[in-house]
């Protein structure tokens, strides 16, 4: 259940529709456990001691930009967070998190320019975020789904800092914006210097909105699957169902990935032997390939160094999906991997759903019929 707090508490920069960040905590939801403070404390310690580690390293998914997402839906994924520091605080009844990272997320939007113009941000941005939550972490029970609950509360606004990276994918709305932009370096406020502050200012009030709703994480007694989302859920509430909703299947990650404008995916690290399911929904295919070890990061780095998204030369395990079939690639002797995705034609939007297997013997945490 840590596992699914740690991956979830950052399913959320850039993403999401822009609105002031809330000002007061949001308040917990009814929840019929048993609020024994001892028990309350221990979820504490151990969330203290496990998130970080768990988080470490990770290449966390980040929602589609500027999209309002049903209560009942999972967001799909247009960016990753690589997380490079993580710290986690037992602040008297409550844990406090800092986590650091670089990441991209495809973005499209509209704002005002200098001297009466308009731009469009559309494409894909590289950034550096830094982000704090301080919350408090409850235990729940539903006797009739037999799913254990635990749900994150932030109790304080939390503060997030977004910077873009190298260049951003800028562009004037033509007419008076498209002479503007040309000689607005000459006046000091061209639309790229605009671009910037304003991508800054409304990813970190996006982010603190989304966080500031809080998180709930539930973990199946009968199937061992854990399952996570943003908001605060109830006692009887379930979380949205994943891409890939099979109860038989257990999975490591199981999300939907939409690719345009020349992005690119990466996910993991995942401990070998693992078994990918890749389904195409939209587009032409998508291409997939497996880096083992270090390869990963050092992958990652380039395309934050050069802002070159591009297939990886040597795959420890390669293929290509086409739409209107299921496919699967199977792994082993590569600890550590991670998984590359790219658009098979890069000028059409791609969208795919993936789930990295866990194929381990389930062992049921309580008698289920």
């Known amino acids: 259940m840590i596992r699914a707090l740690a991956c979830a508490l950052v399913l959320v920069a850039c993403g999401g529709e822009v609105e002031p960040a809330p000002t007061d905590p949001v308040p917990p939801p009814r929840r019929s456990a048993a609020q024994d403070q001892a028990l309350r404390r221990m979820a504490l310690d151990v969330a203290e001691a496990?998130?970080?580690?768990?988080?470490?390293?990770?290449?966390?998914?980040?929602?589609?930009?500027?999209?309002?997402?049903?209560?009942?839906a999972l967001p799909v994924v247009e960016g990753r967070l690589w997380v490079s520091a993580c710290q986690a605080t037992r602040r008297g009844d409550a844990l406090g998190l800092h986590l650091e990272g670089r990441g991209w997320q495809r973005v499209e939007r509209s704002a005002a320019g200098p001297l009466g113009s308009s731009f469009t941000v559309r494409g894909v941005v590289r950034f550096d975020a830094r982000l704090d939550v301080e919350g408090e972490i409850d235990l729940g029970y539903d006797p009739a789904s037999r799913r254990a609950s635990l749900v994150l509360t932030p109790r304080t606004a939390p503060r997030a800092r977004v910077t873009p990276i190298g260049a951003v994918p800028v562009s004037p709305d033509g007419g008076w914006s498209g002479i503007i932009g040309g000689i607005g370096g000459l006046l000091g406020a061209s639309p790229a210097s605009r671009a910037r502050e304003v991508l800054e200012a409304r990813a970190a009030i996006t982010v603190e909105r989304e966080l500031a709703r809080g998180a709930t994480f539930q973990l199946d007694l009968c199937t061992g699957q854990l399952h996570g989302t943003l908001g605060a859920l109830a006692d009887g509430e379930?979380?949205?169902?994943?891409?890939?909703?099979?109860?038989?299947?257990?999975?490591?990650?199981?999300?939907?990935?939409?690719l345009r404008d020349g992005a690119f995916d990466l996910a993991g690290p995942f401990?070998?032997?693992?078994?990918?399911?890749?389904?195409?929904?939209?587009?032409?295919?998508?291409n997939v390939a497996v880096l083992c070890g270090p390869e990963g990061a050092l992958h990652a780095s380039a395309y934050f160094s050069s802002g070159d998204a591009r297939y990886p030369d040597s795959p420890h395990r390669a293929g290509s999906f086409r739409r209107g079939r299921v496919g699967r690639l199977e792994v082993d002797g590569c600890p550590r991997a991670h998984v590359y995705f790219d658009p098979v034609d890069p000028r059409r939007v791609t969208t795919f759903r993936y789930r990295v297997r866990d194929d381990a013997e389930i062992e049921p945490l309580a008698r289920c019929r």
């Open 50 to 72: 496990q998130v970080c580690p768990l988080l470490l390293d990770r290449f966390l998914p980040l929602p589609e930009d500027g999209v309002v997402r049903a209560r009942d």
């Open 238 to 258: 379930a979380v949205p169902p994943p891409p890939w909703d099979d109860a038989d299947t257990r999975f490591r990650e199981n999300l939907r990935v939409r």
């Open 271 to 286: 401990e070998s032997p693992l078994a990918i399911d890749v389904e195409v929904e939209e587009g032409e295919g998508v």
